[in-house]
Structure formats: structure tokens, C-alpha cells
């Protein structure tokens, strides 16, 4: 009997009938064996194709509760009375994508350690020998804030005088009552359900 919680594991009766026949063949390919012998452009297009079929099962299922709530008008000729379906193919194809992703990462860290072990650690006298060039350089660049080599003074004619007082500023708010994009996304965003 195979472990359930094994991200290898056969696709469960459960996770066939919530996907289709495409999703379900990229379900398969995010398994191992399959997975491993993916090339880099494959994985990253497959990467894409889940993520694409994952955010579009969130929508439908965000949008199937709202009408099961009576929230939202049916889109088509009669409301959603559940999402649960929707759900569990998000969360399966969620899962795959997890899986998918921790395999470009697993590949990346191997050839990321790979690169850096072609080249040797610097020693500390290579890192104190930079140090001591960038802070050479530093101290012979003028710094702009200094005027002959002391701060500006505040009372210099050449000074610029800053922004202003706000008073001379004009607030630039809505007329009273009017919801412009700033005054609306918070409550948009207290309503959207998070996953």
C-alpha cells in the first residue's frame, strides 16, 4: 500500500475525478519518475501551465462561493449552490505545483553549489585587501554634500531653500463621498478569500 502523504505517490481515485485529462497529465509529469528526467524548459513550461490552471480553478471557486452566498449574480443559469469540487481541484493542483517547484529549486541549488565550487572561497587577506581599496576610493571621491571640504552651511546664499510649508500646498482629496481605486481596495480586499 503506498503512503498518502508521499508526493510521489499514484494520483488517488479522489484526484482523477477532480481534474480533467490535461491537468491530470500534468499532475502525472510532476511526479517522479516523470518529473526528474523533465528538461529545465519543460519544467518551467510546465511551471507556467499549472500555475495558469491553478490561479483559474481559485477564481471559479472564489466566484462559485460568492454565488452559493448569494454575494454575486450567477454566471451562468443557475447559482452555484457549492464549490467544493472547484476547491479540491485547487488544492490538487496546487500540490503539484509544489512539487514541481521544489524540483527547479533542488535543480538550481545543485547547480548554483556546482559553480561555486569551480572557484575557491576568497581568503580573509583577499577580503581585507578590498575592503582597503573600496575605502581608498571612497575617501578620495568628493563628497557632494560637503562644500570645500566642510558641510553646507545653513545660511549659505547658494543653498536651496527645500519644499516649503505645506501650508502653500493644496491637499489634493476626493469631493466628499466619491470612492475613487484608494478608498475602495480595502474593503475589496477584506472580502476576497485568501488561499
Known amino acids: 500500500m503506498t503512503n498518502p502523504q508521499d508526493p510521489n505517490a499514484p494520483a488517488t481515485d479522489q484526484e482523477r475525478r477532480a481534474l480533467d485529462a490535461e491537468e491530470m497529465e500534468m499532475a502525472n509529469q510532476s511526479r517522479n519518475p516523470a518529473l526528474a528526467t ?7 513550461d510546465l511551471i507556467q501551465r499549472l500555475r495558469a ?10 466566484r462559485q462561493g460568492r454565488e452559493a452566498r448569494a ?6 443559469a443557475t447559482p452555484a449552490s ?3 469540487g472547484t476547491l479540491s481541484k485547487h488544492d ?10 521544489a524540483e527547479r529549486e533542488a535543480r538550481q541549488a545543485k547547480s548554483g553549489s556546482a559553480e561555486a565550487a569551480d572557484q575557491p ?6 577580503l581585507s585587501q578590498k575592503a582597503l581599496a573600496t ?8 563628497n557632494e554634500m560637503m562644500e570645500g571640504g566642510s558641510a553646507l552651511h545653513p545660511h549659505d546664499p547658494d543653498a536651496s531653500s527645500g519644499k516649503g510649508d505645506m501650508a502653500d500646498k493644496a491637499r489634493k482629496t476626493a469631493p466628499s463621498g466619491a470612492l475613487d481605486h484608494a478608498g475602495e481596495l480595502p474593503s ?8
Open 38 to 44: 523533465l528538461p529545465d524548459n519543460a519544467l518551467s
Open 53 to 62: 490552471r491553478r490561479n483559474r480553478a481559485r477564481d471559479i471557486a472564489d
Open 71 to 76: 454575494k454575486a449574480a450567477p454566471a451562468g
Open 82 to 84: 457549492r464549490n467544493d
Open 92 to 101: 490538487y493542483l496546487n500540490a503539484a505545483l509544489d512539487r514541481v517547484t
Open 121 to 126: 572561497a576568497p581568503t580573509q587577506h583577499d
Open 135 to 142: 575605502k581608498t576610493e571612497n575617501a578620495a571621491s568628493q
Open 188 to 195: 475589496r480586499e477584506r472580502s476576497r478569500t485568501r488561499y
